[in-house]
């Protein structure tokens, strides 16, 4: 068994990105700049904010956080939205979900700019995505993509299982991995909760790749696989003890498996490197760069 590094790709990713941006700087161009919204006071969207600023600093780019109590109106953030979407200096816009109940999020992510949308959920980026256009792709998805590449897994012509079918991970990942992009090809069973578990041990145990996302700790144990397949476990679950673990019962599922992505240090890793990827896009489009 090998691990997946995400910290490993994720810190090479931004390397990468930083030289390139100070390219871009010595040429006389400003920095690329991330704006990054966050409603109320949620510890884990807190942590991810902390992380995707502290990218930001590491790439090279400006950042900016926006904060707004819980109470603010949805009214009050597409308002916000709607300034920032008109400021040539942001190159990227991030509203952190989840917002409070009485904010509609697909109202809010609708409102985002489709070439500022660095997160990839707008309408016209995943239907772009989808169709094999340029995009930016959601950034979750696109980390494990690029996570499979810098370890050169072999992903073509693999049968691929992919457990939940959020909008964020299963259905982004599911297309892009069977889709001909630079990775992909592979043939792709996306299964949920409604799927029968005996139909479910059936591709599961015959898959060369799964990729868990369901929020369940331990969801995925060692007789549901085969031996020699790679594991992508986008879970990260908080015991009551206080520890993080994933999808997947690590202790067991690793000795029957290839390559194995940790919990934490995994995919959760990618997910912001693939944010600094799309950031450079948006930067690059707005210079023509690319």
């Known amino acids: 068994m090998k691990l997946l590094d995400g910290k490993v ?3 090479s990713l931004v390397a990468d990105i930083s030289r390139r941006v100070a390219g871009y700087v010595d040429s006389g161009l400003r920095k690329p700049h991330m704006t990054v919204i966050l409603v109320g006071e949620h510890a884990p969207s807190e942590s991810y ?11 090279g780019f400006e950042s900016a956080l926006l904060r707004f109590p819980e109470s603010v109106t949805e009214t009050e953030l ?9 400021d040539h200096a942001t190159d990227g816009l991030i509203v952190q979900l ?6 509609n999020s697909q109202n809010i992510i609708n409102a985002i700019d489709p070439e500022k949308d660095i997160d990839g959920f707008h309408p016209t980026n995943f239907g ?38 959020s909008n964020i991970v ?29 139909l479910l041990l059936d591709e599961t145990r015959r898959a060369d790749i799964i990729i868990v996302a369901v929020g369940i700790p331990g969801f995925v144990t060692e007789d549901m696989i085969k031996d020699g397949v790679v594991m992508i476990d986008v879970g990260i679950n908080r015991l009551q003890t206080g520890k993080l673990v994933g ?10 498996c290839s390559w194995i992505t940790p919990v934490p240090g995994g995919v959760g890793r990618m997910t912001v490197a693939a944010l ?15």
């Not at 904010?49 to 790439?59: F, H, L, T, Y």
């Not at 989840?98 to 904010?103: A, K, R």
């Not at 982004?172 to 409604?194: Q, R, Y």
């Open 9 to 11: 790709c994720a810190d």
């Open 49 to 59: 904010v902390k992380s995707k600023i502290k990218s930001c600093e590491n790439a």
């Open 78 to 86: 597409l308002e916000k939205i709607a300034a920032i979407n008109a």
């Open 98 to 103: 989840p917002v409070p109940n009485h904010i």
């Open 128 to 165: 772009r995505m989808t169709l094999g256009q340029k995009a930016f792709r959601p950034a979750t998805a696109y980390g494990i993509c690029k996570l499979l590449q810098f370890y050169e897994i072999p992903v073509k012509a693999k049968h691929c299982v992919v457990i939940g079918r």
């Open 170 to 198: 299963g259905k982004p990942i599911s297309i892009m991995l069977s889709n001909d992009f630079e990775i992909g090809n592979a043939t792709v069973t996306l299964t949920h909760i409604e799927t029968p578990r005996e």
């Open 247 to 256: 999808d997947v019962d690590f202790e067991n599922v690793s000795k029957k």
């Open 276 to 290: 600094m990827i799309n950031t450079l896009m948006a930067y690059q489009n707005n210079f023509d760069l690319a």
